[in-house]
C-alpha cells in the first residue's frame, strides 16, 4: 500500500516535443506529490509538488496532472530541451512523513 | 543560501567493516532526512529526524545502521557492520517543517556513494 508506481522507465522525446511520465498509489492518505529530477552524481532536485485539493499546477514548462479518483498523477514537460534528459521521480508523502518514491524514468531528449 | 553538505562524497569498505557519513543540513531547516538510493531505484527512506528527535525509522534495518542528530543540526549514519548489499548512495536531505505546503519541500545533498566490496 506504502508503493508509488511509475512508468514508463524510459522515455525517448525528440526536442520540443512533450515529455509524460506517469504514476500511481493506492494509499489514500498521501497528501504531497512532489516530482524530483536527477542528474548523474547529483541528488535530486525538487521541481514541482501538489496537493491534492488541486487537478493541476504548472510551473513553467513543467505541469503536474492530478486525478485523486483514479489515485494517479503525471508530470508532462512541455517544449522538452535536452538539458531536460535526466532521471525523474515522483513521490508521495503523508502529512510530511513517510515519503515513498517511485522506481524512475530516464528521459533522454533528442536534439 | 548553502546548501545540504555530506560527507565522504565516496567511500570503499570492505564488508563487515564500519563506516560512518555525516550531513549538515540547510541553517534553520527542522527536518533532516537520510535515504538509500540502490543504483537504478528511487531513493528509499531510512529515517526522519525532526529537530533532533527521530520521526520515522520504520524503515531503518536497525541491526546494522544508527543515526543521530544530537543538537538538532547537523547529522550522522553509520552502518555497523557493512554487507555486500549497502552498496548504495546515502543521501541526506532536509526542509523547513512538517506543517504543510512548501514546508514540505526537500533539498538534498550530493549524496555519499558506498561500496561494499
Known amino acids: 500500500q506504502q508503493q508509488v508506481k511509475q512508468s514508463p522507465q524510459s522515455l525517448i522525446v525528440q526536442k520540443g516535443g512533450i515529455s509524460i511520465i506517469n504514476c500511481a498509489y493506492e494509499?489514500?492518505?498521501?497528501?504531497?506529490f512532489p516530482w524530483y529530477q536527477q542528474f548523474p552524481g547529483k541528488g535530486p532536485a525538487l521541481l514541482i509538488a501538489?496537493?491534492?485539493?488541486?487537478s493541476e499546477k504548472k510551473e513553467g514548462r513543467f505541469t503536474i496532472s492530478f486525478n485523486k479518483s483514479a489515485k494517479q498523477f503525471s508530470l508532462h514537460i512541455m517544449d522538452s530541451q535536452p538539458g531536460d534528459s535526466a532521471t525523474y521521480f515522483c513521490?508521495?508523502?503523508?502529512?510530511?512523513?513517510?515519503?515513498?518514491f517511485g522506481p524512475g524514468t530516464r528521459l533522454s531528449v533528442l536534439p | 543560501e548553502a546548501g545540504v553538505a555530506q560527507s565522504p562524497r565516496y567511500k570503499i569498505i570492505e564488508k563487515r567493516q564500519s563506516v560512518a557519513f555525516w550531513c549538515n543540513p540547510i541553517?534553520?531547516?527542522?527536518?533532516l532526512y537520510w535515504y538509500q538510493q540502490i543504483l537504478g531505484q528511487g531513493p528509499k527512506l531510512l529515517i526522519q529526524?525532526?529537530?533532533?528527535?527521530?520521526?520515522?525509522d520504520s524503515q531503518l534495518p536497525k541491526d546494522r545502521f544508527s543515526a543521530e542528530r544530537l543538537k538538532g543540526v547537523d547529522s550522522t549514519l553509520k552502518i555497523q557492520p557493512a554487507k555486500l548489499e549497502d552498496s548504495a548512495v546515502y543521501l541526506c536531505?532536509?526542509?523547513?517543517?512538517?506543517?504543510?505546503?512548501?514546508?514540505?519541500?526537500?533539498?538534498f545533498g550530493p549524496g555519499t556513494r558506498l561500496t561494499v566490496t
Open positions: 541553517s534553520g531547516h527542522a527536518t
Open positions: 529526524f525532526q529537530n533532533n528527535g527521530v520521526v520515522d
Open positions: 536531505a532536509s526542509s523547513l517543517g512538517q506543517t504543510g505546503g512548501s514546508l514540505y519541500e526537500q533539498y
Open positions: 494509499n489514500t492518505a498521501f497528501d504531497y
Open positions: 501538489i496537493r491534492p485539493d488541486v
Open positions: 513521490a508521495a508523502s503523508e502529512w510530511g512523513q513517510n515519503f515513498v
